[in-house]
């Protein structure tokens, strides 16, 4: 069974800072997910990667397979970046994902 | 093409009384995942199932819960005789096959509010 441990749980930072939020899991995998989750809103997926980085817009995602550790990296913070952030899983043999608890991020103007 | 749909978004229902909610998969995507995030919890996988077959119920409830996906139709997660422990959100999300299980969608949602 995956483990998934999520860092920070909760990280509050000014407008234009960078962010870092950092996802560790137990057993090898085949894919990763970084998701967001707006209060009382559904949950939209940013990346799904099984090695090395992806970029979109402001958001980097990184994975280190060997070490089995991600980062979401966010540029230039905005507020309305303010979610959650939600690491995923899928592999220890399990047929669904397993999430970490999440990070909760607020982006103060 | 149209993503992930679930309804209804928000349903709200008496403790003893059924619930019934809805997921149709991305178009070509014929395997189903049902999640369910209690408040202040993190998400939890259910149930599995791709068309007329449930492939892994492992985190469903022995009781109550149950799910299908017909040959026609969306997929239906049905909680019989409500209680407040099972307002929580619930999400699907789906794939192409098992094979890229991997790569899920998720759809919007339905909050289930007990009273």
């Known amino acids: 069974k995956n483990e998934v441990e999520q860092s920070p749980q909760n990280l509050t930072a000014q407008e234009g800072e960078f962010i870092t939020i950092n996802c560790s899991y137990s057993?090898?995998?085949?894919?990763l997910h970084w998701l967001q989750q707006h209060p009382g809103g559904g949950i939209v997926s940013l990346f799904m990667l099984s090695s090395g980085k992806k970029k979109h817009g402001r958001l980097i995602a990184t994975i280190n397979i060997q070490e089995k550790h991600s980062s979401l990296h966010i540029t230039a913070s905005h507020p309305r970046d303010s979610a959650v952030y939600i690491c995923a899983v899928k592999g220890g043999g399990a047929d669904g994902l397993t999430f970490g608890k999440g990070t909760h991020l607020i982006i103060q103007p | 093409n149209a993503g992930v749909m679930q309804n209804p978004r928000h349903l709200v229902r008496r403790r003893g009384q059924e619930a019934r909610l809805r997921c149709s998969p991305m178009k070509g995507h014929s395997h189903v995942y049902w999640y369910r995030q209690l408040p202040e919890e993190g998400l939890k996988f259910m149930v599995y199932?791709?068309?007329?077959?449930?492939?892994?119920e492992s985190g469903m409830p022995k009781e109550r819960f149950s799910a299908e996906f017909p040959k026609e139709g969306p997929s239906i997660l049905r909680i019989q005789q409500v209680v407040r422990g099972d307002s929580a959100a619930y999400f699907c999300a789906s794939s192409p096959d098992r094979i890229y299980s991997h790569e899920q969608y998720f759809g919007p949602g339905t909050r289930l509010t007990v009273t």
């Open positions: 057993v090898g995998i085949s894919a």
């Open positions: 199932l791709q068309k007329e077959n449930i492939i892994d």
